[in-house]
T-cell receptor, first 117, second 109 residues
């Protein structure tokens, strides 16, 4: 099956620093990638939808200036958490859509656990 | 509004069968997914249904009734490693995934 690689798996940083998370589709072209955030014991929450070559679409309540998303190629999207604060500590997961005729599938990265001290 | 309902938690015995239900109300429908998620890990794809009926895949089966807005995930011959959260998600008319809160499945020996 299709593989989505997400790095880093975990990161610990000081408050005020920026953190970049990469999401790569390894064996398919992903025209659309999604970024999710999951707080403990809660379901995944969609943060933004990223389309290759265009600006990301952010969900209501998600600060686009804080969570910068770049989808520069069909195989790579990045999420940068700028000036991270402890309340940004969460599990971040990306997914890529492989669209084939009549079939829709999402493949997930392995997630990034962000801890902001 | 859009809504996905599934039980919060279920308990079953090793070797038994369990059915996890999911009902949905969404703006449009382009398919229903079931994902498995172990604590601290990303969800993994289990099944995708877009037509009515039962899809069987090994020990796991998924059923869909679009007219009823209803799906279930059936797990047979339960194993301890099946202890996880099971997420139901619907792809709406805008191709956005609408997620349920997940069902935590506890398997007892």
């Amino acid at each position: 099956g299709a593989v989505v690689s997400q790095h880093p798996s975990w990161v610990i940083c000081k408050s005020g620093t920026s953190v970049k998370i990469e999401c790569r589709s390894l064996d398919f072209q992903a025209t659309t990638m999604f970024w999710y955030r999951q707080f403990p014991k809660q379901s995944l929450m969609l943060m933004a939808t990223s389309n290759e070559g265009s600006k990301a679409t952010y969900e209501q309540g998600v600060e686009k200036d804080k969570f910068l998303i770049n989808h520069a190629s069909l195989t790579l999207s990045t999420l940068t958490v700028t000036s991270a604060h402890p309340e940004d500590s969460s599990f971040y997961i990306c997914s890529a859509r492989e669209g084939r005729q009549g079939i829709e599938k999402l493949f997930f990265g392995s997630g990034t656990q962000l801890s902001v001290l | 509004g859009q809504n996905i309902d599934q039980p919060t938690e279920m308990t079953a015995t090793e070797g038994a069968i369990v059915q996890i239900n999911c009902t949905y109300q969404t703006s449009g429908f382009n398919g229903l997914f079931w994902y498995q998620q172990h604590a601290g890990e990303a969800p993994t794809f289990l099944s995708y249904n877009v037509l009515d009926g039962l899809e069987e895949k090994g020990r796991f089966s998924s059923f869909l009734s679009r007219s009823k807005g209803y799906s279930y995930l059936l797990l047979k011959e339960l194993q301890m490693k099946d202890s996880a959260s099971y997420l139901c998600a619907v792809l709406d008319s805008n191709y956005q995934l609408i997620w349920g809160a997940g069902t935590k499945l506890i398997i007892k020996p």
